[in-house]
């Protein structure tokens, strides 16, 4: 087919930070790109006022909710993806650490390169673009993470959190601070604790602020409120000859009607969850056949587990960017204390009594027996008021090679597939973190709070992480992984995946930054457009070498 007859050269689904960086980076090289998102477009005021904002943070379509965030509960993990321009940061911490050693060491990849120096640079990017530094003041949730630094025998380990947040004079707008004027106009952080809500001060670097904002000022088209559901190579079956994509709306006015458009090269960008939910129903749906039989393996949940602390009165923890800093311990184990914000209630229902490292089948046993032991503590547990104020969730990361599987299911009524998760037999992500457990109990203890996990984790052992990754992971062939070394879809031409679904092991921090330098890495491999043989047509992608 020729090249005029596309749309765009370049289709990208999805709005975070592997599609924001892809955006950008394919239009400063001479393409033509469009973003496909299913969420809504957000300025700060659209965005929601705390987590009880239902119509604005919660996406539930069967309920007719769109907002920014989507709980997903799978049998062997619990996690959340976010919609809307600019996927992930739209409710951001904004916690931008680079990976740990392991992360680099993980064996499904490390034979490939050395893939620190080969990040390096891009990391650098990455930073530069988000408007990284560190928090400018200090906070009780730092005073806290210094003590289980001193507890636990690791002082030195304490550090502040690299940030995407300005840090300039405390709710003052002022003129772009990072582009030399070329960017939008920012206002300094007031430390409101509400970061994961949406920042609606204006502080947070969220992508429409640099990677979309010029994306969208170099030509790219970002279109809002659709969602991709068939991606189809039009002529050859590898995609030489370019790509179908359809789209259904979200949008009120044409909700359940289908688009169509054509491009060059499709780059998959939707998140781990929606990415390979997508992948598995072009794959076993038949219009995909070629992508490797490896999709859904590899699923990394960051060794990660989240728990809780629920402090007896409100101590001020929340006045802080959500996670200000870490303290590492056991080597590779990242723990940070989060603030929700002051406002934050809806996820109050979730959190009970911990029942510690139990065996499934005896965790119910252990958590009623703490409930009978401390009955005063559970009615305590219980109180709404002020629930956000009094409460910090505690992140524990590891870079350990575990994780979880996920595989397509075919729906028994309706079209298509769902996916389920299965254990990994061999090397199972963990639903318990000794060093973890410890720490918030000592936290209890020390703050005479309650330590907490999620009810999914003490009653069925399903433990909690805010980071799923892989499932369409790097490998060195089709036998190992889904994409090549360059994020490259084995089987098909001009096809990529650039979001956390590419990345093939357990970063062990926040995992925002990697996945950004990973994009970049991605684009640096893309050739600059060249010309039509007429001069006069669209741009088009070199042929392949």
């Not at 600019?86 to 990976?99: C, D, K, P, T």
């Not at 009094?390 to 090679?401: F, N």
């Not at 037999?425 to 709070?449: F, H, M, S």
Request: charged share 20%; hydrophobic share 40%.
């Amino acid at each position: 087919m020729a090249t005029h007859a596309l749309d765009y050269d370049w289709v990208i689904i999805g709005s975070g930070f592997g599609g924001s960086v892809s955006a950008l980076r394919l239009a400063e090289k001479g393409y033509r790109v469009a973003v496909i998102e299913k969420g809504k477009r957000y300025e700060d005021k659209d965005l929601p006022t705390s987590d009880l904002d239902k119509q604005r943070f919660v996406w539930d379509p069967a309920h007719k909710l769109y907002g920014i965030m989507r709980s997903v509960l799978f049998r062997h993990i619990l996690t959340g993806a976010q919609t809307g321009v600019g996927g992930g940061s739209l409710m951001y911490g904004g916690v931008l650490f680079r990976a740990q050693t392991g992360f680099y060491d993980d064996p499904q990849w490390r034979g490939i390169q050395s893939w620190e120096q080969a990040l390096k640079p891009h990391y650098a990017e990455a930073e530069r673009m988000l408007g990284v530094s560190l928090p400018q003041w200090d906070s009780v949730a730092m005073g806290l993470m210094r003590e289980v630094a001193q507890a636990f025998g690791t002082k030195d380990s304490f550090a502040l959190s690299p940030t995407g947040v300005f840090f300039g004079e405390p709710g003052k707008t002022v003129a772009d601070p990072y582009f030399g004027g070329e960017g939008p106009a920012r206002t300094g952080c007031m430390r409101c604790g509400e970061c994961m809500g949406g920042c609606r001060a204006g502080a947070a670097n969220r992508l429409t602020k640099n990677y979309l904002w010029f994306a969208e000022k170099k030509g790219v088209q970002v279109l809002p409120e659709q969602e991709v559901v068939e991606v189809t190579p039009i002529g050859a079956p590898d995609g030489g000859d370019g790509y179908r994509i359809v789209t259904t709306h979200h949008d009120a006015a044409a909700r359940d009607t289908r688009t169509s458009y054509t491009a060059r090269g499709v780059i998959f960008a939707g998140g781990a969850v929606g990415t390979n939910e997508l992948l598995a129903q072009c794959k076993h749906g038949g219009l995909l056949p070629r992508i490797s039989d490896r999709l859904g393996d590899l699923v990394r949940t960051n060794s990660e587990v989240i728990y809780s602390v629920q402090f007896p009165e409100d101590i001020g923890s929340w006045r802080d960017v959500t996670a200000s800093s870490r303290v590492l311990l056991d080597g590779d184990t990242q723990i940070e204390l989060l603030t929700l914000g002051p406002k934050a209630g809806a996820q109050r229902p979730i959190w009970t009594f911990m029942p510690g490292g139990a065996p499934s089948g005896r965790r119910v046993v252990k958590w009623l027996g703490q409930v009978l032991r401390h009955p005063r503590a559970w009615v305590h547990s219980l109180r709404k008021e002020g629930w956000g104020a009094r409460t910090m969730l505690m992140l524990v990361m590891q870079t350990r090679d575990n994780g979880i599987r996920l595989r397509a299911k075919k729906r028994r009524f309706g079209k298509g597939y769902r996916l389920v998760s299965e254990a990994d037999p061999q090397r199972p992500a963990p639903n318990y973190i000794e060093i973890g457990d410890k720490v918030i109990r000592w936290l209890a203890e020390r703050t005479g709070g309650i330590a907490q996990t999620t009810v999914f984790d003490a009653v069925l052992g399903i433990p909690n992480t805010g980071h799923l990754l892989g499932g369409a992971a790097i490998g060195a062939n089709a036998e190992s992984g889904v994409i090549d070394a360059d994020l490259k879809v084995f089987g098909y031409r001009n096809m990529l995946v650039c979001d956390a679904s590419a990345m093939p092991a357990n970063p062990g921090v926040n995992p925002a930054l990697t996945i950004t330098a990973l994009a970049e890495y991605a684009m640096s491999k893309i050739p600059a457009a060249v010309a039509d043989d007429a001069q006069t047509g669209p741009l088009h992608l070199q042929p392949a070498g």
